[in-house]
């Protein structure tokens, strides 16, 4: 049997510090190479085989991962957040880093996290990109209001966003002067720009045979639309990932931290280490949910009956029980079904 060698890489935008070992810990070969496709052609073909490597993950690891596992005999990614080991230390640069990440790969404790197929990742890519429209939109919709307000100028604010009443607005206010008027016209022709490139965008995921089955099943639970569809098909990946609904709600960042020692138990505000493109989009869900869904309206009335009525508590429990259909749906690859409503249509 041939023995295996473990590489430890550290990531950056320009270089790759790499770390080569083998089954004992002895140090094969070390050094850093630039993060470019040639270079690592040619520093693959200076390996010895088989290899397995293992990264952190970043901004850059997407295409690194993709160029190498084709050669390797196993590639893995490890979460930045777990890599306590890097951190501890008392001295730090890319080559020690690489070297630990080598390590904790040669002895199984590297902390690996989920790494999507290549094809979801790129889709992904565009949802985010769309992301990124809508909160332009916003910004040059309060861009629009602080004009006014600077210039002193009295509108309607329900309906400023409008195309006739802007219009107008534009046409009779004397206190619009040219400047300010010119201004105006360009936020408003900007964000009907973008706001045509973001539904564009929507339709194209929604057309795509990899997604379009999967998100029109999806939607079929209640206040689950094209967006929250494609949010939760792009973002988690493969569902069965995840054993449990707790640590799918773990994971889009919808249960608190804990800290206990001994007998004593504190409960901490949610946690910042989730998925916040999943989070957002759900709690936006949540809100929305009670509408049109009765039992979502039963779980946000129970909740906000408990204490002093807290609103965002009960939009945190519907957009958990959001999270359970979105799992039960995805995994049974069946459209949704109330239990109840499915009891009484039999008998």
Same mark, same amino acid.
């Given at each position: 049997?041939?023995? #295996? ?6 990531v950056?935008?320009?270089?790759i510090?790499?770390? +080569? ?9 070390e ?14 073909k200076t %390996? ?6 293992? #990264?952190?993950?970043t ?10 596992k =084709?050669?390797?005999a ?6 930045? /957040? *777990?890599l306590?080991a890097?951190a ?7 080559r020690?880093d690489?070297?630990k990440?080598?390590?904790?790969l ?9 790494m999507? =197929? ?5 889709r &992904? &890519?565009?949802l985010?990109?769309r992301?990124?429209?809508v909160?332009q939109v ?6 629009? @209001?602080? /004009?006014? *307000?600077?210039?002193?100028?009295s ?9 006739g009443?802007?219009?107008e ?6 206190d619009?002067?040219?400047g300010l008027?010119?201004l105006?016209?360009?936020c408003?022709g900007?964000?009907?720009?973008l ?5 564009? %965008?929507? $339709?194209?995921l929604?057309?795509?045979?990899? %997604?379009a089955e999967?998100?029109e $099943?999806l ?7 094209? +967006? ?7 973002e ?6 995840f ?6 709600v ?6 608190g ?10 409960? #901490? ?12 989009v759900l709690?936006?869900? @949540?809100? #929305?949910a009670?509408?049109y869904? =009765?039992? %979502?309206?039963?779980?946000?009335d ?7 009525g807290?609103?965002n ?6 957009? $958990? ?5 979105l +799992?039960? +749906?995805?995994? &049974?690859?069946?459209?949704f079904?109330v ?6 249509? @039999?008998?």
């Amino acid at each position: 049997m041939q023995s #295996m060698y473990y590489v430890g890489l550290d990531v950056h935008k320009k270089t790759i510090s790499y770390c +080569v070992k083998d089954v004992s810990g002895n140090i094969q070969g070390e050094g850093s190479l630039h993060a470019t496709r040639s270079d690592l052609d040619r520093w693959m073909k200076t %390996l010895p085989q088989p290899w397995t490597a293992a #990264m952190e993950a970043t901004v850059f690891t997407g295409w690194i991962y993709d160029h190498l596992k =084709p050669h390797a005999a196993a590639l893995k990614v490890a979460h930045p /957040l *777990m890599l306590r080991a890097i951190a501890a230390g008392k001295k730090k640069n890319d080559r020690i880093d690489a070297g630990k990440i080598c390590d904790c790969l040669r002895c199984d404790f590297l902390p690996e996290c989920y790494m999507a =197929p290549t094809a979801i990742r790129e889709r &992904r &890519r565009t949802l985010r990109y769309r992301n990124l429209l809508v909160r332009q939109v916003v910004q040059l919709k309060n861009k629009i @209001a602080v /004009l006014l *307000m600077e210039a002193g100028v009295s509108y309607n604010k329900q309906k400023l966003h409008k195309v006739g009443y802007f219009r107008e607005l534009l046409a009779t206010n004397p206190d619009i002067n040219d400047g300010l008027r010119s201004l105006l016209r360009l936020c408003r022709g900007t964000m009907a720009h973008l706001a045509k490139t973001e539904s564009a %965008l929507v $339709r194209s995921l929604e057309r795509d045979s990899l %997604l379009a089955e999967r998100v029109e $099943r999806l939607m079929s639970i209640p206040a689950v639309g094209p +967006v929250t569809a494609l949010t939760w098909a792009l973002e988690v990946g493969d569902v069965q990932r995840f054993s449990s609904i707790k640590k799918a709600v773990s994971y889009c960042g919808l249960c608190g931290a804990e800290k206990s020692s001994g007998s004593t138990i504190q409960r #901490m505000p949610l946690s910042k280490q989730r998925n916040s493109h999943l989070q957002w989009v759900l709690m936006e869900a @949540a809100k #929305m949910a009670p509408r049109y869904s =009765p039992e %979502l309206a039963l779980v946000y009335d129970r909740e906000r009956c408990k204490g002093k009525g807290n609103v965002n508590r009960a939009t945190l429990a519907v957009a $958990r029980k959001l999270v359970a259909y979105l +799992v039960a +749906v995805d995994r &049974r690859g069946k459209d949704f079904l109330v239990i109840e409503r499915e009891n009484q249509t @039999a008998a």
